[in-house]
């Protein structure tokens, strides 16, 4: 490991054998890098690094403090690297919502409250009134998705999942779908999930999560050499 690699690790243990634990104050820099045997210039490099992966967290004339360490804080880098996914990277992570995103609908479905299914149909409802705007279909499908997972209880299979259903790649699908006069088709698809959680009946929910997944990865794959790759870069406006 590089030396900064090395005043990384170094800072790390002191999290993970909770002499530093979640929300805890970093002593100041002066006595930490002794503590650690490094020079200051070393440390800043750890602390700024560990700064980006959300694992502490700088508060402007107060001091470095260790994060929350929550799913959703540590797992945001996810969605970040998936957005600069290209070509046959995106097809695998398809593959993992594929694998993943069924499961977590039918546990959605055992576990959703009368509240998280009042907020899917909410978002159901909008895409269907909204089916010639790219935007708000892309809007409502991400937030579609992100309450059921929510809906699982389960922070880090929520994190995880929300980070791989990149919102860039849902738009460009999205737009395609429209040009194609499909979105119809992928907005039924949604109103099956949202059956199958209304029911409650997990094995349904499975079932219609992966068809849903499965269609948009083969309109992915279908697509490949067209404009989606070369416009997946572009920000949502």
Not at 101 to 112: D, F, K, N, Q, S
């Amino acid at each position: 490991m590089s030396l900064t690699e090395q005043a990384i690790e170094r800072i790390r243990q002191l999290i993970k054998d909770g002499t530093l634990p979640p929300g805890a104050r970093l002593p100041p820099e002066q006595e930490l890098a002794a503590e650690l045997g490094l020079s200051r210039n070393l440390l800043r490099e750890a602390v700024r690094s560990l700064v980006t992966t959300r694992v502490l967290e700088v508060r402007r004339g107060d001091g470095t403090y260790v994060t929350s360490l929550s799913p959703e804080l540590l797992l945001e880098g996810v969605g970040l690297a998936v957005e600069m996914m290209r070509g046959d990277d995106l097809i695998e992570i398809t593959e993992v919502r594929r694998l993943f995103e069924p499961v977590a609908a039918g546990l959605a479905a055992t576990r959703i409250t009368a509240e998280q299914l009042a907020e899917v149909e909410r978002h159901l409802n909008a895409m269907i009134a909204a089916q010639d705007d790219v935007e708000a279909l892309n809007h409502h499908d991400d937030a579609f998705h992100r309450a059921v997972f929510e809906a699982t209880g389960n922070k880090s299979l929520s994190a995880l999942l929300g980070g791989i259903a990149s919102r860039t790649l849902r738009s460009r699908v999205w737009r395609g779908l429209v040009e194609e006069n499909s979105a119809d088709r992928t907005i039924a698809e949604h109103a099956a999930i949202y059956r199958a959680l209304a029911h409650g009946d997990a094995p349904l929910a499975q079932a219609a999560a992966l068809m849903h997944v499965s269609t948009t990865e083969t309109w992915l794959r279908e697509n490949l050499g067209r404009s989606l790759m070369e416009t997946a870069a572009e920000p949502l406006r």
